[in-house]
């Protein structure tokens, strides 16, 4: 066990009231009674009121006042708020800066020696964040509050590959963040019914007067879930799909929006899906011709002669003119 991860059992052991001996100490931490008699003088020196009673009846013990203090966290856990934190900022959590404050007050709290050791247990871990418009952050914070309030927004949305944005009125029922975007999943009004809306696609939100009753324990991941689901074609039949690849391709191609649904088995050099066969024929093939010759289609047969087809096509459009 690390030095600091000794010196928090000490302080738990020690908040029970009872004095326990260093020899009681030593023997349930598996060190040296001279190295619990260390430990509690650097503890000492950093405000934990810790009194040493020699004697008959004597031991070591913790002041009372010592109980009303904030939560220690061990080197793990310390370790881990860090990374959570990198993780928060990469994927644009709304309140990175009020968590950032929160993870300054616990450093603040740690000695030079506990802080050199969090740096270098978190210093070999990085996450890069896609670029994200600036407003992003904001309209999170904007459609979460609608989200508590039960209060209806207007926004302005841009759709992909549209020029101009529409205006609409929605019920934001929650937002959930898949893909490295963030979705609001709300009730449109225009349209009727609940609808996904990606955030960065907003350009403008603003509250209006009226208000709404958000479906009781609606859960925007499992709106994503039950859309996948429906977006099948038919109900059958059902056919495996066999793909091989690299690791890192294969991860991209699981991790696909609809694919990962229908994900059976999965090792480093292929991955397995049951699929229904309308839904093969009208998505895969162009989807899995992004990937080049990173993959290769190895079941069903259908499938692979389907791809082959449209390669060939494109191919043929892009021969050079001999005139």
């Known amino acids: ?37 260390r430990y509690i003088d650097a503890l000492c020196v950093s405000g934990v009121p810790i009194v040493t009673e020699s004697g008959h009846d004597g ?25 959570a934190f990198k993780f928060a900022q990469g994927a644009g959590y709304p309140y990175t800066k009020e968590l950032e404050s929160a993870l300054k007050k616990v450093e603040n709290g ?31 914070r904007d459609l979460e509050q609608a989200v508590n309030d039960g209060r209806t927004v207007r926004i302005v949305y841009r759709k992909a590959n549209m020029e101009q944005a529409d205006e609409r009125e929605v019920d934001p ?3 959930a963040y898949d893909r490295n975007e963030w979705y609001a999943v709300a009730f449109c ?21 009226a208000w709404f009753q958000k479906p009781e324990r609606f859960s925007a991941a499992v709106y994503f ?7 099948r074609e038919a109900d059958g039949p059902l056919t495996v799909i ?45 989807y899995l011709m992004t990937f080049g010759t990173a993959i290769r289609i190895r079941e069903p047969l259908a499938l692979k002669r389907r791809v082959q087809e449209m390669s060939s096509a494109i191919a043929h459009h892009y021969e050079i003119d001999s005139d």
């Open 189 to 209: 009004h225009r349209s009727q019914a609940v609808r996904t809306f990606r955030v960065d696609r907003i350009t403008l939100l603003e509250p209006t007067e």
């Open 225 to 231: 879930r039950d859309q996948s689901e429906r977006e």
């Open 110 to 140: 740690l000695h030079e020696e506990q802080r050199d050791d969090l740096s270098r247990q978190t210093g070999g871990l990085d996450v890069i964040s896609p670029a994200r418009p600036p407003s992003v952050v904001p309209l999170l």
């Open 59 to 83: 031991g070591i013990r913790i002041l009372k006042s010592f109980q009303e203090t904030p939560l220690f966290f061990n080197s793990v856990e310390l370790k881990a708020l860090v990374d």
């Open 173 to 175: 029922y929650g937002l």
């Open 242 to 286: 066999r793909i091989e690849g690299e690791s890192d391709t294969l991860n991209a191609v699981c991790g696909h929006w609809h694919m990962r649904h229908y994900l059976m088995e999965r090792t480093d050099r292929e991955a397995r899906f049951l699929l229904d066969v309308p839904t093969m024929n009208k998505y895969l093939p162009m």
């Open 1 to 37: 066990m690390a030095k600091w991860d000794n010196m928090l059992s000490i302080i738990w052991m020690l908040q029970s009231g009872r004095k326990l001996t260093a020899a009681r100490i030593a023997d349930s931490l598996e060190i040296s009674i001279r190295t619990v008699y």
